[in-house]
């Protein structure tokens, strides 16, 4: 159990929920584990399948905190709100902020600046781990990510962003082979290929941000945001826009990493993926099972969240995220704090 801005998450699976008068419990095996009071409490965000007694959620419902259960891994299930939350009012900021063509570009400043900066990050984590692994050329695409977040502040057009987000994108990519250290024969990154990939580690990595945007999407329902409405990506039935771009400033950290720590501790071979006669590569259904164990995993790991100076698990870094992002548009922040990693 964690509160985070008045944000009580539960991640414990077999945590039960209860009321005791005006007091929120978390029971766990019958022990009441948890208390707080329920004036506290602006949200509970709750993983696990016991659930919560009725009398909780009425309180819940009465006092205005929304209830939204996910699975155990992250699968958005179900929220329960009262009858007067904030949501509609959220939803219709979101929506007029995303209508309005000077505002995009002030979102969309702050999710791709977060992400040249982390992509940095790796590559400056690579060269102090292995300085005498990595190529020469790792210094000046590090100087030149730097220099692309500084023209991104600059640009006030979204077409502007856009293409210094793919030029960033292109220069870290083309590092990202040589921090691969191991298994080079079966594991090189040419460019970024997707829909379908084209080789492993272009389907190791659409793996993990499949999973990324999944729960980025679900963290924006938790705090009432419309994923499909978004600002770097535009409206397109189907897609969800806010959740891309909510997911831009996490790759890095935590799809980029895991696939590099993946194949240079030997956790993964050639002999995990599937090549299909047009080309695309994607990993065998078995190699799924382990590399979601290697995520949830990955996910409990702990980290001092750089803005809120808490220690977090990783896995709340994108229900973190949509909090502050939900603050953002409602006018509480001046700026949006994305997760730049340290």
């Known amino acids: 159990m964690r509160r985070l801005l008045n944000t009580l998450y539960v991640t414990t699976p077999d945590s039960y929920l209860a009321r005791e008068g005006e007091n929120i419990l978390i029971r766990l095996e019958e022990k009441i584990v948890f208390r707080i009071p329920s004036h506290n409490i602006e949200a509970i965000v709750y993983f696990g399948y016991p659930g919560a007694s009725p009398s909780l959620l009425g309180l819940c419902a009465e006092k205005g905190i929304t209830v939204s259960f996910f699975s155990p891994n992250g699968r958005f299930l179900a929220r329960v709100e009262g009858p007067q939350t904030g949501n509609v009012l959220l939803r219709r900021k979101q929506y007029r902020m995303a209508d309005e063509e000077n505002q995009v570009p002030v979102l969309a400043k702050y999710f791709i600046a977060a ?144 696939v590099l720590s993946l194949i240079n501790r030997k956790q993964i071979n050639k002999d995990d993926f599937i090549t299909k006669e047009n080309g695309a590569v994607y990993v065998l259904p078995d190699t799924r099972k382990m590399l979601l164990t290697v995520w949830q995993k990955r996910k409990q790991e702990e980290i001092i969240h750089p803005y809120l100076e808490e220690k977090i698990p990783i896995g709340l870094l994108p229900y973190t995220q949509a909090l502050l992002l939900a603050r953002f548009l409602r006018g509480d922040l001046d700026a949006y704090p994305a997760f730049i990693w340290k």
Not at 171 to 182: A, K, P, Q
Not at 222 to 245: E, T, Y
């Open 115 to 258: 992400k040249i900066l982390n992509s940095r990050a790796v590559l400056q984590r690579g060269r102090r781990d292995h300085p005498d692994k990595v190529g020469d050329s790792i210094e000046r695409s590090i100087a030149l990510l730097a220099g692309s977040v500084k023209k991104v502040f600059d640009s006030e057009n979204l077409n502007d962003i856009r293409g210094l987000e793919g030029d960033a994108a292109q220069r870290y990519f083309s590092e990202v082979d040589n921090l691969i250290l191991e298994q080079k024969q079966d594991f090189f990154m040419a460019a970024r290929s997707r829909r379908p990939p084209l080789d492993n580690v272009n389907a190791l990595l659409s793996f993990f941000y499949t999973l990324l945007v999944h729960e980025c999407r679900a963290a924006l329902e938790s705090v009432g945001l419309d994923p499909a409405v978004g600002f770097l990506h535009r409206d397109r039935p189907g897609r969800p826009s806010l959740a891309l771009d909510l997911m831009e400033e996490l790759r890095p950290y935590l799809g980029d990493r895991m």
